[in-house]
């Protein structure tokens, strides 16, 4: 693994620090009027999510991971793991359904998806930008309203409650946008 210097760390980095693997959130590069200058970095740990402040010098040296991101198709859940396989050797691993948090939900069955891995180990799920759901419980089309900017809650197909457009129903097939879970457009 490559090692960088203090003032080359960038938000979005894998650092390998204090036997861990950290992804760096935030960094403030300070210049004390006394004393050298410093990067006061905000760490998250990929394992167990827990928060780390570091100070780095220019001078400190710091080995910079890089994950290897695989396409994987989802095949169902299992307890608390969810079975995944690689599409090209059709070997099967397993991940922690934790890593994907509330976006579980949008989590569907031979759904392909992109797997961080750290040598053997999943650290990271990434689900497609828009998935497909289905409304199934909503406010009835109200004339007159398609022409207002406004939203009605709705409920979806895998439980989740979203804001939609009133011009659509229940029934009606719409996309969702898995990082910020609004209506995308209907399908």
Not at 152 to 178: Q, R
Request: proline fraction near 4%.
């Amino acid at each position: 693994m490559p090692k960088i210097n203090g003032n080359e760390i960038r938000p979005g980095n894998i650092l390998e620090h204090k036997g861990g693997l950290w992804s760096v959130v935030k960094i403030d590069h300070v210049k004390p009027g006394k004393g050298g200058a410093f990067a006061q970095v905000e760490l998250r740990n990929l394992r167990n999510g827990s928060k780390l402040n570091e100070r780095f010098r220019s001078a400190d040296k710091v080995e910079k991971v890089r994950l290897e991101q695989k396409d994987q198709q989802y095949l169902y859940s299992e307890g608390e793991s969810l079975i995944l396989m690689d599409m090209e050797t059709y070997e099967q691993t397993y991940a922690k359904s934790s890593l994907l948090g509330d976006k579980l939900s949008f989590l569907q069955e031979g759904m392909v998806v992109t797997a961080e891995f750290f040598e053997e180990e999943i650290l990271g799920i990434t689900l497609p930008q828009k998935v497909s759901c289905t409304v199934v419980e909503t406010e009835p089309v109200i004339s007159g309203q398609t022409v207002a900017n406004s939203y009605k809650p709705a409920t979806l197909d895998n439980g989740m409650k979203i804001m939609i457009p009133p011009y659509i129903s229940e029934g009606t097939e719409i996309a969702v946008n898995t990082e910020t879970f609004e209506f995308s457009e209907r399908i």
